[in-house]
Each structure stands twice: as C-alpha cells, then as structure tokens.
C-alpha cells in the first residue's frame, strides 16, 4: 500500500512481520484478525487457527486467544456444525455425509461433525433428494431416460446422498414424470 507524503509523491507503507511486534500488539492484532472473521460469519475453532497462521502468528498467540475466545463463547465448534448442517441442508441441498465432509474439512472433529449431520432424520433427507431430482428433471427435456437417470444419480452422489436412497428415489420420480419404466427397475443398489 502507498500513501502520499508531504510532498505529495507516493510513499510505500511498509508493515511490521507479525513476528517482529512486541508480544502485546501481537495479541492485540490477532484479536482484531479474529474478531473481523468472526464478524463476517461464524467460524470454528480450526479456521481462526489457520487464519492466524497465515498471517504469520505465534502459535502460543493463537493458542492463548482462542482458549479466551472460547472461554468467552465466541467459537463453538458444535453451535457452528448444527448451523452449518441445517443451512447447507436447506440452501445447496448437501445429504449428510457431504456434510460431515464438509465439517471435518473446516476442523470440526468427527463426532461432533457427525451428532449435527445426525439432526436430518431420513424423511427429510429423502424429501431434499426428492426436490433437487425434480427441479433437475425439470432441465432436462428431450433427454434419454439411461442418461438422465445417469445424471441424477451422479448429482445425488456429489451432494452426499447415499446409493439406496438415490436409486430409490431417482426411480420414483422418473415414473412421476411419465416414463414407464427405468433403466433402474432391474438395477438393486449395493
């Protein structure tokens, strides 16, 4: 970044390393680096961690801010992954082992990942199955029934969705939608 100087040339800022800053405005920085993503959405434990790293903070730095930021009840990994699940759920349609994935790639621990991918019962992930397989059937005019059924079965299988239910579920909606019959019907899952 530059910035004019008194005589109205630009001037290159330079910044401090992170490493180079007494102890206290480290601190002070990494809390201001953490608050702003906070801010921004909720994050977990493992994603401010990174963040601070990138950025080049001690790992003692990090480790004392967030054990505060936690005791204060700013991070929760566990009210994270419940929010996380039930809005990716409803809002890109992910089934629960796309969610799981998902969390365990933001740091979220496994059990915890899987308690909160464990709040959308099967109805409902079947039922989201469901909508995502309609609204695509409605895209896919003049489209051969083998590689419809193809591609929805694929979608279903990106989105986390498991192989009984896809088959299940892609069968049905192909015969809702007027085909009498399903390169599926003769197929069983594994």
Known sequence: MSEPDSTGARRSR???PV???PPEEARRKAKEVCFD???ARPRTKEELR???ARKGFDGEVCDELLRKLDDAG???DAAFAETWVRSRHTHQGLGRRALVAELRRKGVDSEVAAEAAGEIDARAEEERARELV?????TMTGVDEQ???RRLLGMLARKGYPQGLSY???REELRNAGAESTPLDDATPD
């Open 168 to 170: 299940g579920v892609v």
């Open 14 to 16: 330079a910044r401090t």
């Open 134 to 138: 309609r609204k695509k059937l409605r």
């Open 37 to 39: 993503l906070l801010a």
């Open 19 to 21: 490493s180079e800053l």
């Open 50 to 52: 990174s963040a601070l």
């Open 74 to 76: 700013l991070i929760d």
């Open 147 to 149: 590689k419809a059924t």
